[in-house]
């Protein structure tokens, strides 16, 4: 139990797109999603909480015009990179807690996003 | 300002040797701390949890103990096999809804 699928697993983009990225909950209700940013021989990077139903909280630095977040329901959350720019190329991990008793989370395999 | 320490980015240890990594933070005062495993190109494996109030926690041959004193946590594999190969990350839970994950280390463990 507790799987989180992504999609794409890869994007490629041109510079100036936009690209949306798929987080899923694939059996669990997920209240609360995490997105994060991985550079190479990096650690993931918190960019933003999101909540089912609300605005997603976005951490300092992260530009909120730029990085969307949707979770329309409770088993999606949506990232989308507008204006999407070689700098933004990065892998991008979401995550989800099962239920806020346990705290665990449960990745997603990501999504290497590369940005020409 | 808030910084979370792994001790080294490499660690080569010998097969059935222990591996230990270390997990140092500042100016966090976390509820839990956890620690993943992360292959190449893949999301982050849950591992264990370690609650403030909770010195060692133990998971068939993992063992992490946590010390609120001292702002670190400890990780131990024993008995290590090729299979442990990976990055370890450590995360500090703050609220139960921010994770602040470290910066890793790459365990080798050699045949």
């Known amino acids: 139990g507790a799987v989180v699928s992504q999609h794409p697993s890869w994007v490629i983009c041109k510079s100036g797109t936009s690209v949306k990225i798929e987080c899923r909950s694939l059996?669990?209700?997920?209240?609360?999603m995490f997105w994060y940013r991985q550079f190479p021989k990096q650690s993931l990077m918190l960019m933003a909480t999101?909540?089912?139903?609300?605005?997603?909280?976005?951490e300092q630095g992260v530009e909120k015009d730029k990085f969307l977040i949707n979770h329309a329901s409770l088993t999606l959350s949506t990232l989308t990179v507008t204006s999407a720019h070689p700098e933004d190329s990065s892998f991008y991990i979401c995550?989800?807690?099962?239920?806020?008793?346990?705290?665990?989370?449960?990745f997603g395999p990501g999504t290497r996003l590369t940005v020409t | 300002s808030q910084k979370i320490e792994q001790n080294s980015e490499a660690l080569n240890i010998q097969e059935g040797k222990t591996a230990t990594l270390t997990c140092n933070y500042t100016?966090?005062?976390?509820?839990?701390l956890q620690w993943y495993r992360q292959d190449p190109g893949r999301g982050p494996v849950f591992l264990l949890l370690?609650?403030?109030?909770?010195k060692e926690k133990r998971k068939e041959r993992l063992k992490v103990t946590f010390d609120t004193t001292l702002k670190q946590s400890l990780f131990h594999i024993t008995a290590s096999q090729p299979a442990d190969s990976a990055t370890y990350l450590c995360?500090?839970?703050?609220?139960?809804?921010?994770?602040?994950f470290g910066t890793g280390t790459s365990l080798t463990v050699i045949p």
């Open positions: 995550s989800a807690v099962v239920h806020p008793s346990s705290y665990e989370q449960y």
């Open positions: 059996d669990f209700q997920a209240t609360t």
């Open positions: 999101s909540n089912e139903g609300s605005k997603a909280t976005y």
């Open positions: 100016n966090y005062s976390p509820a839990y």
């Open positions: 370690i609650r403030e109030n909770e």
């Open positions: 995360a500090l839970d703050l609220t139960g809804n921010q994770f602040y």
